[in-house]
């Protein structure tokens, strides 16, 4: 597992090789991270992003996100295999200062004490319901900008909730990313998507 561009280019990554069921942690494959990124690019939305990685496992979007002009990331993930390979990449990444860890169940989040989050990951254990619930705690803690993009992995597309206007959706073999942007509602009232 390796950054595919940007200023980390090359770096190889920490990682669980295929898997570690017990521990719920699926590595985003190179392959599915190169082109999301490819589609990421065309949203305007990387340069600068703070970047949310909720369910973080090995870190490798946030980080790959970070390397390619995002300006922090915040990972969330309870695990212990988890918290270890995200410190271990945060190492090899040399990007301790743009990054933070917190050990955190990501369907409880507690309210954000920082700027709110441009760019969201979100790749739970499949098929559990859990990506709904971390989406609504991070949006009750005031995780989400109000312009926000969800990138949303599962095993099946996801419907925007109420309050979301899908982007668009990709589909790499078992794996299926929804892009969700959060509407933006104006001081005025006005509602855009």
């Not at 570690?20 to 590595?27: E, V």
């Not at 992995?153 to 078992?174: C, I, T, V, W």
């Amino acid at each position: 597992m390796r950054i595919v561009a940007g200023q980390f280019r090359g770096r190889a990554l920490a990682s669980v090789g295929k898997g570690d069921a017990g521990a719920h942690l699926r590595p985003t494959t190179d392959r599915v991270r190169e082109s999301l990124f490819n589609v990421l690019t065309h949203t305007g939305v990387l340069p600068e992003a703070r970047v949310l990685d909720l369910f973080a496992g090995t870190g490798a979007l946030g980080l790959e996100a970070l390397s390619r002009g995002g300006a922090h990331v915040t990972f969330v993930d309870d695990g212990r295999a988890a918290q270890g390979l995200i410190r271990k990449n945060i190492e090899l990444t040399r990007s301790a200062a743009q990054t933070s860890l917190l050990r955190r169940d990501a369907t409880r989040m507690p309210q954000n004490p920082d700027a709110a989050y441009t760019l969201i990951f979100l790749d739970p254990p499949y098929g559990k319901n859990l990506g709904q619930k971390a989406l609504k705690a991070a949006l009750e803690g005031g995780w989400l900008a109000d312009d926000a993009l969800i990138v949303w992995e599962e095993n099946q597309p996801m419907a925007a909730p109420d309050g979301f206007s899908l982007h668009d959706q990709r589909k790499y073999g078992d794996t299926h990313i929804s892009l969700i942007w959060r509407d933006h509602i104006s001081k005025a009232g006005a509602q855009h998507a």
